[in-house]
T-cell receptor, first 110, second 109 residues
Framework: DADVTQTPRNRITKTGKRIMLECSQTKGHDRMYWYRQDPGLGLQLIYY???????NKGEISDGYSVSRQAQAKFSLSLESAIPNQTALYFC?????????FGSGTRLTVV | RKEVEQDPGPFNVPEGATVAFNCTYSNSASQSFFWYRQDCRKEPKLLMSVYSSGNEDGRFTAQLNRASQYISLLIRDSKLSDSATYLC??????????FGAGTILRVKS
């Protein structure tokens, strides 16, 4: 099993729909992150969490929300999806600055 | 100005060539530095950390120049399998990783 598992791998949704991306990890790390990647741009931080009770906004949190259900689980929601949220989304955990990423979720909003 | 800047490339090199990438960062408070590798449509994976004294891992050598605020990655004897995007990553104050947009390397036979 992968250390960081993201579901779904691919998703097409309509504008205005609510969608949740899920992430779980088996590495036992406290720190978890959600990033999005657009072509030609670096990964941009959406939200991060340093433990179950700690949630922080990243650079581009508008239009997104998160939930840290347990140490191992960190989900990202798009409350009302819009086309410019079409991107590749990565969940990650870290320990001592070294990140482990999930395989990504390719989201298309039409 | 972006916090981390990289030449996007692509760098097209023949097998066996030596190739070097540079990356500059703007925040002098940056504490740690990494190179990640990302294959097409895949997740980034840690290639190597970058230490102040420079460090080597097989064919890969990383250097840090704090005075000029840049890091570099040197790949010797390039292989076809080295073809990927190389991401320069800077950790600022322990809480925030900032990613460069990446440099594309294509190694051709």
């Amino acid at each position: 099993d992968a250390d960081v598992t993201q579901t779904p791998r691919n998703r097409i949704t309509k504008t205005g729909k609510r969608i949740m991306l899920e992430c779980s990890q088996t590495k036992g790390h406290d720190r978890m992150y959600w990033y999005r990647q657009d072509p030609g741009l670096g990964l941009q931080l959406i939200y991060y969490s340093f433990d179950v009770k700690d949630i922080n906004k990243g650079e581009i949190s508008d239009g997104y929300s998160v939930s840290r259900q347990a140490q191992a689980k960190f989900s990202l929601s798009l409350e009302s999806a819009i086309p410019n949220q079409t991107a590749l989304y990565f969940c990650a955990t870290s320990d001592l600055g070294r990140y482990t990423f999930g395989s990504g979720t390719r989201l298309t909003v039409v | 100005r972006k916090e981390v800047e990289q030449d996007p490339g692509p760098f097209n090199v023949p097998e066996g060539a030596t190739v070097a990438f540079n990356c500059t960062y703007s925040n002098s408070a940056s504490q740690s530095f990494f190179w990640y590798r990302q294959d097409c449509r895949k997740e980034p994976k840690l290639l190597m950390s970058v230490y102040s004294s420079g460090n080597e891992d097989g064919r890969f050598t990383a250097q840090l120049n704090r005075a000029s605020q840049y890091i570099s990655l040197l790949i010797r004897d390039s292989k076809l399998s080295d073809s990927a995007t190389y991401l320069c990553v800077v950790n600022i104050r322990g809480n925030k990783l900032v990613f460069g947009a990446g440099t594309i390397l294509r190694v051709k036979s």
